[in-house]
């Protein structure tokens, strides 16, 4: 039964996150905003929901683990896997926006902040603030950064009445919501039933649910030549996931981190997220790097089972 909730749970949760995410981009086409900025502002923020929800419930419910491992967990499927299959899918990847020099800082900053703050074993009140301050920061520099010339001149803004947006927006918030609940609460059951340690559960299980939306939007960008949103989907989803979901949660609840118990796992997500400012320095957007970053997804599958 278990099985069956959080396949619903999940469900739920992607699908209303689906109506935010679409709802957001045409606000955001309407106001004439880049790919690359719409990415990782509104579209990255809509597929992080899910992840903010799962977190903030697994928080208030006592599982810390399964709310930093979603963080973690995520981090590692949006750079192995989603950006893996967009290079080996995508027929031609070729941003208009310098993603190295512009973004890739950005790609770094927030889990380096995260390992300096959880070296004592805790994020509290105060690292949840410096989190959602990191994220003001980089809204902030993406506003700035949103230059006319990366915009498509051919695009066609989206008619839309304010009033429909927001009953869908809202609709898209309940599903998000009442989905992570029932997530967590299931997760845990099957954990618990199966002997699985809450850090497996939310590394694989939760995190791949999670990661979904992330992934069908970023495929089907790629699939449509928009690399710039794919990629800036990503990247903005991992700043969101560390600054916004860790923030919040820590806030409302003190998050405890084994470094030393997760370290793998932990230096997985930091790995690969080098491997996305390698990739991005030396325009690497092929089938070749797309593999490479599967087979890390292949190691921290292979470690978890071992």
Known sequence: MDFIIFTLAMGALIYGADFIIEES?????HYNISHFVI????????????????????????????AVANVIGSTIFNISLVLGV?????????????????????????????????????????DGILFLLLMASYLVFLI???????????????????GKSILLLV???????GGADFAIDSASNIARTFGISEWIIGLFLVAFGTSLPELTISIKAALNNNA????GNIIGSNVANFTMVLGLTSIINPLNVDLSANFFDIAAAFIVTLM???????KLYNKSAGIALLVVLGLVIQN???
């Open 86 to 126: 967009v290079f080996i899918l995508a027929k031609k990847i070729n941003p208009d926006r310098d993603i190295f020099a512009k973004d890739s800082a950005w790609s770094l900053f927030p889990i380096l902040i995260f390992i300096l703050m959880a070296i004592d074993g805790k994020l509290n009140f105060i």
């Open 228 to 231: 710039d949103l794919a990629i």
């Open 171 to 177: 609709v898209g918030f309940v599903f998000v919501v």
């Open 39 to 66: 990415g990782a502002t509104l579209i990255a923020l809509g597929t992080s929901l899910p992840e903010m929800a799962v977190s903030i419930s697994a928080s208030i419910k006592g599982s810390a683990d399964i």
């Open 304 to 306: 978890s089972l071992a």
């Open 276 to 282: 996305l400012v390698f990739i991005t320095a030396n």
């Open 25 to 29: 981009e045409k606000i955001a086409l």
């Open 144 to 162: 700035s950064s949103n230059s006319i010339d990366e915009i498509d001149e051919e695009l066609e803004k989206e008619k839309f009445a304010w």
